[in-house]
């Protein structure tokens, strides 16, 4: 790896959208600076060599410099599975409907109440059992306006009378920059 300069040399590499404790993806990126050339096909073996058992990497493209922008980053998409006290209780074309979705955001500053729903661009739930959904979302993510699926959660409790959800799991499916996959 290439290594900054001066008196704290640090890895030069970057993650586009570091995941939350407790989420999954299938969708990472990462920029890493080298020192000396490599194939794609070896920087992919070594580090399929280094992860721990679970973690890969499915491909790695070479860049010529800032092609792969994450400051283009804007939207991300979430499949996440719900429990909750009675799925009849919500419906996802009702909750779209709503012209705003005003919930506290946890921000740099503290929490602030804020409407999300500019920010959720496609949503859909699908009802397993009386207990059980998977919610699809697309929602922002960036530099712009950054919106975690656990604030939509929220927005979901309150805009649904008498839905409590009991549990989530999170899962990150695609990373979209100017809306199109990085890769």
Do not use: Q, W
């Amino acid at each position: 790896m290439a290594y900054t300069s001066g008196f704290n040399p640090h890895p030069i590499m970057t993650i586009a959208m570091p995941l939350s404790v407790g989420v999954t993806s299938e969708t990472e990126y990462m920029k890493i600076g080298f020192s000396e050339d490599y194939s794609e096909e070896e920087v992919k073996e070594r580090l399929n060599s280094a992860f721990p058992k679970g973690i890969s990497v499915l491909a790695v493209k070479k860049l010529d410099g800032k092609e792969t922008d994450f400051a283009k980053i804007n939207k991300v998409v979430y499949k996440t599975e719900i429990e909750c006290n009675d799925t009849s209780l919500f419906d996802d074309k009702e909750f779209m409907k709503n012209n705003s979705l005003v919930v506290m955001k946890k921000t740099k500053s503290g929490e602030k109440e804020s409407d999300i729903r500019p920010y959720i661009y496609d949503f859909f739930a699908e009802k397993i059992d009386k207990t059980k959904m998977t919610v699809n979302m697309c929602i922002a993510a960036g530099n712009d306006y950054n919106l975690k699926g656990e604030t939509v959660l929220l927005a979901m409790e309150k805009y649904s009378k008498g839905l409590k959800i009991t549990f989530s799991c999170s899962h990150r499916v695609k990373i979209l920059a100017n809306d199109r996959e990085i890769l």
